[in-house]
């Protein structure tokens, strides 16, 4: 079986160098070059995790900010991006702690679900589920199933598999250690894939534990 | 090789993050488990539809009005050395 393809790799790493050089020299085209590049990302990290627009837009704006007004702190030792990424997930983390004060947000908890790792319905999908379904359709879907995850679960996966992070970029971004991002990050694919067999399974497939 | 070593191992396996002889170890148990075999082709698939479906896009006209407001607020405040 093969495996994942790995995408979304950043632009060239010498060109986002110069460009971070720049704007630590103070130029401000070089600095919105860098917005440009990365906002999009951004935008989906914070959305992800708040599960808010407007907390998204937030997010965006002071994670920015942020990144601008601490580059002369910022001392290139680890990419940029993976720099903003931090800023941008203690960001939004800190804006789902505002919305929900009554639960306690952390990506350091080690969490416990009722639905943990071992899968409970082993169900065939169809070849093409996502068909099944029109964009909109499928766009709640996954956005509902997600938003079901607990956060330390689904920050992990956004960076690791939407955003396209390596491990050990997601855990300097998580300041997290490298086996905790794999942990969470399999207990965060294997809980998706439990909570999309209902909109995916296929009709002729048996159910069962082993 | 049983079913919860071969979970245990499955990230590793997707992301081809694994040495040869343990792969040959979890290819040898999906030739014969069925279960095992379709928890990792649906988790797999499960990443590849998060990965493709453009979820959360940053709309044109946004994209712009936020970029205008950072650029601005940034304008207005100095870099903290």
């Keep these: 079986m093969p495996t994942i393809k790995q995408v979304n790799e950043p632009e060239p790493a010498t060109e986002e160098l110069t460009l971070v050089t720049a704007a630590k020299a103070g130029d401000m085209g070089a600095f919105e070059e860098l917005v440009k590049r990365y906002d999009r990302n951004v935008f989906r990290i914070a959305q992800h995790i708040t599960q808010n627009r407007e907390d998204a837009e937030d997010v965006v704006q002071d994670a920015f900010l942020k990144a601008y007004q601490n580059l002369p702190n910022f001392q290139m030792q680890s990419k940029f991006y993976t720099w903003l990424v931090r800023i941008a997930v203690n960001e939004a983390l800190m804006k789902l702690r505002k919305r929900r004060p009554e639960r306690f947000v952390s990506l350091d908890e080690d969490v416990k679900t009722e639905e943990d790792s071992m899968p409970r319905e082993i169900a065939d999908w169809n070849p093409n589920p996502e068909q099944q379904y029109d964009q909109a359709e499928l766009k709640d879907i996954l956005g509902k199933t997600i938003n079901g995850l607990p956060p330390s679960f689904r920050t992990v996966f956004v960076l690791r598999d939407v955003e396209g992070l390596s491990t050990e970029e997601t855990a300097e971004a998580l300041d997290l250690s490298i086996p905790a991002v794999k942990s969470r990050l399999l207990r965060a694919r294997l809980q998706l894939r439990e909570r999309l067999n209902k909109y995916f399974k296929s009709r002729r497939s048996g159910d069962g534990n082993k | ?81």
């Design chain 2, 1 to 81: 090789m049983t079913c919860r070593d071969f979970l245990k191992e499955l990230t590793d396996y997707l992301d081809d993050a694994i040495d040869t002889k343990t792969k040959a170890e979890l290819e040898d148990h999906l030739q014969w488990c069925h279960n095992c075999y379709v928890i990792c082709n649906t988790t797999k698939k499960t990443i590849e539809i998060y990965r493709e479906s453009r979820l959360y896009e940053l709309p044109e006209d946004l994209r712009g009005r936020l970029r205008s407001a950072i650029m601005s607020k940034c304008g207005k405040k100095e870099p903290t050395a």
